[in-house]
């Protein structure tokens, strides 16, 4: 049996799974779905249409799922879709996304800190890392085991690349390679993000071919286009380094160098 606080507000059409705990002043509107286990500690706010799946912690003021800020929306059915093992610290805000149909989703086993942000049509992936006052504009795009740093800002249609880290203060207006440390107003890639490949197991041969073809990349006079090249003719291959180099060359925005 879930555990309802006797000031909580589920209204009449809330599906609420087996072992949820919600605690004082929370409201979940008619057309949320909430999975097994989850625990809303207390004023928490869950409406729109918005599927969340199991054991989700959601803090005090979280706001997740109502009608995006985006002045573009015309009304329709837009969605809010969330994985599981999902933690939303104090003031955690994510809305719904803009177009009929369209969905703001976000993976499993996130941690969202304190007051950040996810706008309308984001798609984040797993083990994402957002530190406080983080903030995503509209439709970008978080790749697993990203970290996004304390008041870091991300401009809307970016890309966030796998185990990639934002620096604190950050201005992104331009993708974030995979694998990389950027920093800086505008920011800039730095350096490979070693601690990532460390906890995340990458063996030192790949680490190794990383770091040539980040000189190649990064640090090289080269356009992109050349640089591409002449990493795929003298670097040893590895999936890292093949996802490194398509997100590369799919970029619309340009990449942050």
């Not at 329709?76 to 939303?88: A, L």
């Not at 006052?133 to 796998?162: S, W």
């Not at 620096?167 to 390679?177: E, I, M, T």
């Amino acid at each position: 049996m879930s555990e309802i606080h006797s000031t909580a507000v589920i209204q009449e059409g809330a599906q609420i799974g087996e072992g949820c705990r919600i605690g004082p002043y929370c409201v979940i509107g008619p057309n949320v779905t909430l999975g097994t286990g989850c625990e809303l500690h207390s004023h928490v706010v869950i409406d729109g249409h918005t599927e969340i799946d199991s054991e989700n912690a959601f803090y005090p003021f979280a706001s997740i799922g109502l009608r995006t800020q985006d002045l573009k929306w015309n009304g329709g059915t837009t969605w809010t879709r969330i994985g599981s093992n999902n933690t939303f610290r104090e003031y955690v805000t994510v809305h719904s996304a803009s177009g009929d149909g369209d969905a703001t989703v976000i993976g499993s086993h996130n941690n969202l800190l304190a007051y950040t942000h996810v706008a309308h049509d984001c798609q984040l992936g797993d083990h994402i890392i957002m530190s406080n006052v983080g903030t995503l504009a509209g439709h970008v795009t978080v790749e697993d085991r990203a970290i996004v740093g304390g008041l870091a800002a991300v401009h809307q249609f970016c890309r966030i690349g796998t185990m990639s880290i934002i620096g604190g203060c950050s201005k992104v207006v331009q993708d974030v390679p995979p694998y990389m440390m950027v920093d800086g107003n505008p920011a800039a890639t730095r350096t490979l993000n070693k601690e990532g490949f460390k906890r995340n197991g990458v063996s030192e041969d790949t680490q190794r071919s990383m770091r040539q073809a980040y000189r190649i990349l990064f640090r090289s006079e080269q356009t992109f286009t050349n640089a591409v090249k002449q990493v795929r003719a003298d670097v040893a291959s590895s999936s890292e380094l093949e996802h490194l180099l398509a997100f590369i060359e799919s970029s619309e925005r340009g990449i942050a160098k």
